[in-house]
């Protein structure tokens, strides 16, 4: 199970416009989680949209892993780069670049994720 893709997101600039369209389209319905983020409830796998300044025309994925810290630890020695990880109902989780600059999350579920 660990090291799978568990999480990704959409960025989109209007996350209520984005609700409206995707849950028409696919009959989502969504778990609010703030101005910027909504969980698509119920999807497999699980994902939900980002709010961003622009369309930046790509998902975010996220790869589940047993310890979001020492993931991020590992990520630095093999060159890359990594944010401080962040903790939110979903569990933990931190945006990191391999050592060419492609970007990814690492995320940690919280319980029930």
Sequence with gaps: MDNQLGY????TVDIAR???FYGGL???TFE???E???HVAGSNPACGFTKAERAAGHSNLYFRVEDVDAAVARVTE???RAAVPADSASGRS???CDD???SFSLWQPGQGY
């Design 8 to 11: 990704f997101t959409l960025d």
């Design 18 to 20: 984005a609700k409206a």
């Design 26 to 28: 696919f009959g989502w």
């Design 32 to 34: 609010d989680q703030g």
């Design 36 to 38: 910027t983020y909504t």
């Design 78 to 80: 093999l060159g890359g």
């Design 94 to 96: 931190a945006t990191v």
């Design 100 to 102: 060419q600059g492609v």
